[in-house]
């Protein structure tokens, strides 16, 4: 073997071992950021943000559950759009039952707020697929420890039946609205579009 043969079979030998080491630390650098980004993913700074991506990219819901434990859809009254006052309609529907029913989030979701004002007195909000909001009003109370940022499942408890704020002295119930982009929608429909179990 000449000189010249030795030099390009280790020149030939060098490329190889230095792209070799390039795919090395290309394939762990891959690997690091990957793992960060798993472990970002999973850190509760990113949870809210990733919950509401998850509940955009869910559809619609075409039939629910009644939101007020015992209730069948058959009992609720088709009162959406219904005059209220001189200036404003029905945005819901309401489910009577008796003070302290346990009233349950007719879809998953995130809750949004839970506060206590104006004619909904105690109320909760929920987003829930496809951004809609759940609107579960004149509450007697809330669930334990129940806090805006909460993940809930279909069928977690909210709160019970009550006649906070506007209701104050009416016969306990829920009123129920599904809020979209364009605005209110009756949920009636879809409630009674749930098999009876």
């Known amino acids: 073997m000449t000189d010249a043969q030795d030099t390009s079979t280790a020149a030939t030998r060098r ?15 891959s690997l690091v950021a990957l793992g ?10 990113l949870a809210y943000p990733r919950a509401i991506a998850e509940l955009r990219a869910m559809p619609a819901p075409v039939a629910m559950a009644v939101p007020v434990e015992g209730v069948s859809a058959s009992r609720i009254a088709d009162t959406f759009g219904a005059p209220r006052g001189r200036d404003r309609r029905h945005q819901g529907v309401d489910i009577f ?7 349950r ?46 993940r809930v499942r279909t069928g977690a408890l909210l709160g019970t039946v009550g006649d906070t704020g506007n209701a ?4 306990p119930h829920l009123h129920y609205g599904v809020y ?9 429909p879809r409630l009674r579009a749930t098999p009876v179990r």
């Open 36 to 45: 960060a980004f798993h472990w970002a993913r999973h850190q509760p700074l």
């Open 180 to 188: 979209t982009a364009n605005g209110a929608i009756d949920p009636l």
């Open 15 to 29: 490329d190889y071992t230095s792209l070799a080491g390039v795919a090395v630390v290309v394939a762990v650098a």
């Open 168 to 171: 104050r002295g009416t016969p």
């Open 97 to 103: 039952a008796p003070r302290g029913t346990p009233v």
């Open 105 to 150: 989030s007719a879809t998953p979701g995130l809750v949004l707020s839970v506060r206590d004002q104006g004619l909904g007195g105690r109320q909760v909000w929920v987003l829930g697929p496809a951004h809609e909001r759940h609107y579960y009003a004149h509450l007697d109370d809330w669930a334990p420890a129940l806090r805006a940022g909460d």
